[in-house]
């Protein structure tokens, strides 16, 4: 992917399931606002496939930053066939390698191969 790719829209629906290989992402996380008139502020992380950058010094991240670096974006969205959105916005910010798994194609696949469904409960 290029600099400014879009994999993931805060509150859109998720896809599929993007795979960081190698390069760097961006999450934007909007916080609450720091004055009444205001409606929010923008958090953004950076994240390094291969600089095992840390996030626990973040104190109110989600769980998913504080427990270790962003890899896996909108895994979500595999554990249910309904609609889900997608809970952050993610950039690439430098040329990336990603894979990407389609919700669609994972759940057909699942239909047709019944036994792999023990793998992912």
């Known amino acids: 992917l290029v600099r400014g790719t879009v994999l993931s829209q805060r ?25 009444p008139d205001s409606t929010s502020t923008v958090q953004v992380f950076r994240w390094s496939r291969w600089s095992q950058s840390s996030f626990q010094s ?28 997608s809970m952050n916005t993610v950039i690439a910010s430098c040329c990336c390698e990603v894979l990407f798994i ?11 191969q019944p036994n792999l469904d023990r793998f992912t409960g």
């Open 11 to 35: 509150n859109h629906d998720a896809l599929g399931v993007w795979v960081l290989m190698s390069g760097h992402l961006e999450v934007f996380r909007p916080t609450r606002a720091p004055c």
């Open 58 to 85: 973040i104190p109110d991240s989600p769980r998913s930053f504080r427990d270790g670096p962003l890899e896996i974006v909108d895994e979500i969205c595999l554990t249910s066939e309904d609609t889900m959105q």
């Open 102 to 112: 389609p919700k669609d194609g994972f759940f057909a696949l699942l239909e047709q």
